[in-house]
């Protein structure tokens, strides 16, 4: 049974956590590895197999209600959970402030804390190998294309706030790659942004519950890709991110000249936070 202090210490991880993963660039999953849960929270996922259903399908709420408690470790996952979301919706209107008032400004820290990211990913690698250098060349170009797809950008119905909820989650899970870059990959960053600080509650279930999927599924492949082929999964990774950067680019790129000194110190400074904070605590995958 947890104290109090030790319920706050995870509600404040929480918050560290909510507020990385809403800044493309910074992995929630790297907080939780440099804070200490991230071996309990990949365990605490592991541990849920869903089995309590099946009393609660037969009626059986006794035995439910055993089986719940035993797989989902709720004195860990609720004051995490509440500090996520609770930075996510406090940060939100700050980022969406930003983004219509400053989005080439804003645009040049992701585009740091991006750059910053991939320099970590590539530490990853033994070698740099052609398999490597191929892989991370493939998916950059997918990843590139995909972001300029206008129907995949324009849509945000819900099954795709769905889908891009079940993809993002990965970074909760995976130090060195941030579900909110994954958001500006798909597309819907700025809309969720928007949705969170509108609290449109249609929206952000579906958006969670596409999440909660991919909490229990992608948490176990990315385990076996990491520890059966992690050399071509950061590979893979780090392509992704590198093609990503069209979005934040694009938005550089129209700014007027003059403020362009101004993005490249900004771009700077998102990228000395990330690799001080990489140097402070080194983490590694799995």
Do not use: W
């Amino acid at each position: 049974m947890l104290n109090y202090m030790e319920m706050l210490k995870i509600f404040l991880r929480g918050l560290l956590m909510g507020t990385a993963d809403i800044m493309p660039g910074i992995s929630g999953g790297t907080i939780a590895l440099i804070t200490g849960i991230y071996d309990k929270l990949i365990n605490s996922i592991s541990n849920i197999k869903l089995l309590f259903l099946k009393p609660l399908i037969k009626g059986n709420l006794t035995e439910f209600k055993k089986q719940l408690l035993e797989e989902v470790d709720f004195e860990f996952f609720i004051p995490l959970g509440i500090g996520i979301v609770t930075a996510m919706i406090l940060m939100a209107g700050i980022i969406n402030y930003l983004l219509g008032n400053y989005a080439s400004f804003t645009y040049s820290f992701f585009a740091g804390l991006i750059l910053a990211s991939i320099y970590i990913l590539y530490k990853q690698l033994d070698a740099f190998n052609i398999k490597a250098i191929s892989t991370t060349i493939i998916f950059a170009i997918l990843a590139y294309i995909f972001v300029g797809l206008n129907p995949m950008q324009a849509s945000h119905s819900l099954p795709i706030l769905f889908i891009s909820g079940f993809i993002a989650i990965c970074a909760m899970l995976l130090p060195g790659i941030s579900g909110s870059s994954l958001l500006l990959l798909l597309g819907q960053y700025e809309y969720m942004i928007n949705v969170l600080h509108r609290l449109s509650i249609i929206e952000i279930i579906i958006f969670v519950i596409g999440a909660g999927l991919g909490f229990m599924t992608m948490s176990r492949v990315i385990k076996y890709m990491l520890e059966n082929h992690k050399q071509l999964t950061v590979a893979t990774l780090i392509g992704i991110m590198l093609g990503s950067m069209r979005v934040p680019t694009q938005h550089i790129v129209t700014a007027p000249l003059t403020t362009l000194p101004i993005c490249l110190i900004i771009a700077i400074i998102g990228m000395a936070i990330v690799l001080f904070v990489e140097t402070k605590f080194n983490y590694e995958l799995i």
